[in-house]
């Protein structure tokens, strides 16, 4: 009978210092990857973010937090640039490639609550400026931005329209214009596409990220504190 239980007693030590080996040696990688992998990667793509927390080389001009706008009020109430994480990260990589060339973007829209875009369409009942808001808009998913371009002393491009021109003018088929301004356009457009987005046919300043065309509306406001 001893030496039944020493024998028992002997298997048990041999599994418990067994499992030990197995757990230090786990918990020694859970420690490494913790130490190696930097925070911004644990932050699933489709979270909301603020742009200025990933790059502080945007120029801000938005326009709905100011009463310069087509709905002649502020509608937000604080200027932030809030989208999810991929499209930042398409942003801040086109807006390295302006840079590069002597530009940079400026913002004049990027995720906008539902509520807001139901003002919009009381006012501007058009799918062509305005989307309806029972469909949504990709600026209410987080994944659309309205975007200028200025040079390095800060001038904005000329883009032949003002943001928000509703007319035809404000198109990208629309020709009319100086070579100067055709140019401005097509170069902005040009980047932006290469770095993920599509254009909108008749807005010159509006860009879609394409992979963030499927997610879900918000109406989630930002912190103004
Ligand atoms: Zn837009």
């Known amino acids: ?22 757990f230090g040696a786990v918990s020694a990688h859970a420690q490494h990857e ?23 080389d945007f120029v801000y001009d938005m326009k709905y937090a100011t009463e310069d706008n087509f709905l002649k009020a502020k509608v937000y109430d604080c200027a932030e640039c809030l989208l999810r994480l991929k499209t930042v990260k398409a942003l801040v990589a086109a807006n390295k490639d302006f ?15 539902l509520s807001i875009q139901k003002k919009m ?7 062509k400026y305005v989307a309806d808001p029972k469909k949504g ?5 987080g994944g659309a931005v309205d ?32 070579k100067k301004v055709l140019s401005n356009r097509k170069f902005l457009k040009k980047i932006m596409i290469e770095n993920g987005f599509n254009s909108f046919d ?5 860009y879609n990220l ?16």
């Open 147 to 178: 975007i200028s371009l200025v040079d390095m002393n800060g001038k904005e491009l000329d883009m032949g329209t003002a943001f928000d021109f509703f007319g035809p003018e404000a198109a990208h088929n629309y020709t009319n214009f100086s």
């Open 1 to 22: 009978m001893i030496d039944v239980n020493y024998n028992y007693m002997l298997h048990f030590f041999r599994i418990l210092s067994f499992s030990f080996l197995i």
């Open 210 to 225: 394409k992979a963030g065309l499927k997610d879900n509306v918000s109406n989630q406001k930002w912190n103004c504190n």
């Open 121 to 127: 369409w009381e006012i501007v009942s058009n799918p």
């Open 137 to 141: 808009s990709i600026h209410n998913r």
């Open 99 to 113: 840079i590069k060339k002597g530009y940079k973007i400026k913002l004049y829209d990027c995720y906008r609550p």
């Open 202 to 206: 008749s807005e010159w300043w509006h």
């Open 34 to 56: 913790a130490y190696t992998e930097p925070v911004q990667q644990q932050i699933a793509d489709t979270t909301f973010v603020n742009l200025k927390d990933y790059s502080k």
